[in-house]
């Protein structure tokens, strides 16, 4: 399966623009790049997603590298609520290597600290 | 909406116990999960359901037995509670039409003595 890796922890201060980068070099064709986050005690929440080209929503951007084995989720303005784990994860909705591989497969995320 | 709901939200097991986490969702969605979330570890999947009427085994499927009753729910059930399985346990569901998002439960915080 394909993977990812993120740091550990990042710091930002509150008010100031948050990259929270990701990278995956064996992503395939098919893996879409998923940003879930999870705040303290709560459930996982949907953040952004994305294939080939720069997505914007409301929460968020999502920048991603033209050869894709790289992403960066921009948090323009951080706020306290801001403060959660952040996890990337690759997930591949044709199934086409095998049924799990469209399932979510969580890492260890990064863990955003916002500094008021 | 509500999105998902778990109950319990906590409960503590002796060892040996049976229960039922219960899982509902009211978006109309096809698809519904079971994760577990163990301290300073990301979330691992138990069990999940394509579609009403169907169940497949995730990445940590033992120990645990699930029911797709309806549309709406799908329930987790661990017929003989060990120590192990204290973690915090997630339910979620999507749509299966598109790429979207999943919408996750608030959690049921399992402890098992």
């Known amino acids: 399966d394909a993977k990812t890796t993120q740091p550990n922890s990042m710091e930002s201060n509150e008010e100031e623009p948050v990259h929270l980068p990701c990278n995956h070099s064996?992503?395939?064709?098919?893996?879409?790049i998923h940003w879930y986050r999870q705040l303290p005690s709560q459930g996982p929440e949907y953040v952004i997603h994305?294939?080939?080209s720069n997505v914007n929503n409301r929460m968020a951007s999502l920048a991603i590298a033209e050869d894709r084995k790289s992403s960066t989720l921009i948090l323009h303005r951080a706020t306290l609520r801001d403060a959660a784990v952040y996890y990337c994860?690759?997930?591949?909705?044709?199934?086409?290597?095998?049924?799990?591989?469209?399932?979510?497969?969580f890492g260890k995320g990064t863990k955003l600290s916002v500094i008021p | 909406n509500a999105g998902v709901t778990q109950t319990p939200k906590f409960q503590v097991l002796k060892t040996g116990q049976s229960m039922t986490l219960q899982c509902a969702q009211d978006?109309?969605?096809?698809?519904m999960y079971w994760y577990r979330q163990d301290p300073g570890m990301g979330l691992r999947l138990i069990y999940y359901?394509?579609?009403?009427?169907?169940?497949d085994k995730g990445e940590v499927p033992n120990g645990y037995n699930v029911s797709r009753l309806n549309k709406r729910e799908f329930s987790l059930r661990l017929e003989s509670a060990a120590p192990s399985q204290t973690s915090v346990y997630f339910c979620?569901?999507?749509?299966?039409?598109?790429?979207?998002?999943?919408?996750f439960g608030s959690g049921t915080r399992l402890t098992v003595v």
């Open positions: 994305g294939l080939t």
């Open positions: 979620a569901s999507r749509d299966r039409v598109g790429n979207y998002g999943y919408t």
């Open positions: 359901s394509a579609s009403e009427g169907t169940t």
């Open positions: 064996t992503i395939s064709g098919t893996d879409y």
């Open positions: 994860i690759l997930r591949d909705p044709t199934g086409i290597r095998g049924a799990g591989s469209y399932q979510l497969t």
């Open positions: 978006m109309n969605h096809n698809s």
